[in-house]
């Protein structure tokens, strides 16, 4: 079990998004996380929407997001754990690479709180899976030997 959903075993939101590396690519977990969630690892238009977001949040009362919320946390095993909690909600990222099978797989689970957190969450829904995937892709092709 991913360590997102044993800190969050009963999510409001979770998603899986898995996707397959090249034979040679690095198998550390902390490397994975700290590139896919690197500035460089963010596509132009998923940054432009996380500045979007940060504006619009004040708005509900939800602070902007700290520099360093993506921080790993820790690692056990193949997988680093990103862990960020809030007034409205809190989020825990498991981002694990199977060495033996290639893939890379990160797992994502939100429990909400409140009012703001279920507004807030509303647009993070439909998008977040789409800028998880962009961000793991573009970390596949910064990782993976050439």
Not at 52 to 74: C, E, N, Y
Not at 77 to 91: P, R, T, V
């Amino acid at each position: 079990m991913s360590l997102a959903l044993a800190s969050i075993p009963v999510p409001d939101y979770a998603d899986v998004i898995v996707l397959p590396v090249p034979a040679g690519s690095p198998v550390e977990p902390r490397l994975w996380a700290e590139t896919i969630f690197s500035g460089a690892g963010v596509p132009l238009w998923a940054k432009w929407l996380m500045g979007i977001r940060q504006t619009v949040v004040t708005l509900i009362g939800v602070k902007p997001s700290p520099k360093d919320i993506f921080a790993v946390a820790r690692v056990v095993g193949e997988e680093a754990l990103i862990s960020a909690d809030d007034k409205h909600l809190d989020f825990r990222c498991g981002v694990a690479m199977d060495a033996s099978g290639k893939l890379l797989r990160v797992t994502t689970a939100v429990r909400l709180k409140g009012w703001r957190g279920r507004l807030y969450f509303l647009p993070v829904r439909v998008l977040h899976p789409l800028v998880v995937h962009a961000m793991m892709t573009r970390a596949i092709r910064v990782l993976a030997p050439r």
